[in-house]
């Protein structure tokens, strides 16, 4: 295989990854901060990303 496919390969997979922990993390936190605060006001997204 060449290495270079393999290295696209890897780097593609690795980026999905990264996205669908990202993803579902987001969901979590709309979750729980949708079960706190009644459902009253929905966060633009997770704290930890700061301003």
Request: aromatic share 4%; glycine share 10%; net charge positive.
């Amino acid at each position: 295989m060449d290495p270079l496919v393999f290295y696209l390969i890897s780097v593609v997979v690795g980026m999905a990854i990264v996205l669908g922990t990202v993803l579902i993390a987001e969901r979590l936190a709309l979750k729980k901060a949708e079960r706190l605060s009644g459902s009253t006001e929905r966060p633009d997204g997770p704290p930890s990303s700061g301003r």
